[in-house]
Each structure stands twice: as structure tokens, then as C-alpha cells.
């Protein structure tokens, strides 16, 4: 599964932006699909996830309320709307594919840098 990511770019804090992540060369909507960030200097985090279904998301806690993942199957894509963006929001982001039986991600995007200025 090839994955890529796009949609980055600079933001001022209060405005948004929405990620999406392209998916080839696997069945699409068998994979759970995740987000990821990281930071300048931290650990790659975290940020939301869904399954192939929609009928499970997660999102972690700094960022549950202003984003909102979602997917089109039939476009093979996964999103990531980003609402209310702060200055700690700023981060490459990844996206991400685990089959429904996988206990990690096997499949990684390249990232996309997210910029979120003061």
C-alpha cells in the first residue's frame, strides 16, 4: 500500500485546514486508516483514527473538538479536517494503514508539513 499525504501548509492559530491521504496498490477499505504528527524535537503522537467502516474514530485528547477525521472508500482517502488550529498544532503529519487484524501501522505517508503560526 502506497500512501500519500498533502494538504499542509501555513495557517495562521484560529484557522483551519484539511490533510488528505491518497491510498494505491492495497484494498483500501479493509485498513484501518490513522493520522499522526510530530513535532520539531518530540515523538512522532498520535492524533486520530477510523476504521474501514466509520463506525469507530478515535482522536486524542489535544485535538478531539477541532478535528475530525473521515474517509471516502470509493476514492480510496482518508482526511483530516482541522478546525481552530493553535501554534502547538505545528507538525509534520503522517498518515497511516493497519489491516483490521493488525496491531500496528504497517503502512506510512511521506508527511506533510503543517505550519501554524501565532
Known amino acids: 500500500v502506497q500512501l500519500q499525504a498533502s494538504g499542509g501548509g501555513l495557517v495562521q492559530a484560529g484557522g483551519s485546514l484539511r490533510l488528505s491521504c491518497a491510498a494505491s496498490?492495497?484494498?483500501?477499505?479493509?485498513?484501518?486508516m490513522g493520522w499522526f504528527r510530530q513535532a520539531p524535537g518530540k515523538e512522532r503522537e498520535f492524533v486520530a483514527n477510523?476504521?474501514?467502516?466509520?463506525?469507530?474514530?478515535y482522536y486524542a485528547g489535544p485535538v478531539k473538538g477541532r478535528f475530525t477525521i473521515s474517509r471516502d472508500n470509493a476514492k480510496n482517502t482518508v482526511y483530516l479536517q482541522m478546525n481552530s488550529l493553535k501554534p502547538e498544532d505545528t507538525a509534520v503529519y503522517y498518515c497511516?494503514?493497519?489491516?483490521?487484524?493488525?496491531?500496528?501501522?504497517?503502512?506510512w505517508g511521506q508527511g506533510t508539513l503543517v505550519t501554524v503560526s501565532s
Open positions: 496498490g492495497g484494498t483500501f477499505k479493509s485498513y484501518t
Open positions: 477510523i476504521n474501514w467502516s466509520e463506525n469507530t474514530i
Open positions: 497511516a494503514a493497519k489491516s483490521s487484524k493488525g496491531v500496528s501501522y504497517a503502512y
